[in-house]
């Protein structure tokens, strides 16, 4: 019996393994969310990142394949942070009043903390529309259901989502001025005079 020929080909150094891409996944985001601490996201570049990170570019491009996709990546962490204390907070208190105030309060901090990632690729279109905020509209319907205030509770949880979009939030605090405990306190006036 004889033995097959092997043909050697030029060897490849070996894909790496999941744990080595998760790794470099986790220090590319926290590369970026240091250098977006740093100085503006809209300053902060692709090559920035990886240079930083002390990756290449062909690893950075392997887990994000533009910024916008990057900045989506952090805000699904926070993103889900606010899920998880929503989910707790509305689990552990029995007023739909202060549960809807609490929550309102909390998405604006978020949209506040989080202004130029939600920015960053959206071509001027609303936060909004993104999949990944449609909860908090629910999430203020099911509120004012139980609240029960009379009217029409579609405008009025329209009224209260608006109020929380990132466009919104950005002209109240970089054309106006305000201060974001004067947003979050409008947002619970707004929500005092519609549910009084």
């Not at 029995?94 to 202004?115: H, I, K, M, Q, Y």
């Amino acid at each position: 019996m004889t033995e097959p020929n092997l043909i050697l080909q030029d060897q490849q150094p070996p894909s790496p393994t999941r744990a080595d891409a998760l790794k470099n996944r986790a220090l590319i985001l926290e590369t970026a969310a240091h250098l977006f601490a740093e100085k503006s996201v809209s300053e902060v570049t692709m090559s920035d990142i990886a240079e930083a990170a002390e990756v290449g570019k062909g690893t950075l491009y392997r887990h994000f394949d533009n910024k916008p996709q990057l900045c989506q990546a952090l805000l699904d962490h926070d993103q889900r942070n606010l899920q998880e204390r929503a989910l707790d907070y509305l689990r552990t208190h029995s007023d739909p009043v202060d549960n809807l105030g609490w929550f309102l309060v909390e998405v604006a901090l978020f949209v506040d903390r989080n202004t130029e990632m939600l920015c960053v690729g959206n071509n001027h279109s609303s936060a909004l529309e993104h999949p990944a905020h449609w909860w908090w509209r629910q999430t203020i319907a099911g509120l004012l259901g139980q609240i029960n205030p009379g009217g029409d509770l579609d405008y009025m949880t329209d009224l209260l989502y608006v109020m929380l979009d990132v466009r919104t939030i950005y002209f109240q605090r970089q054309v106006h001025g305000y201060s974001i405990s004067r947003i979050t306190d409008g947002l619970l006036e707004t929500l005092h005079q519609l549910t009084a």
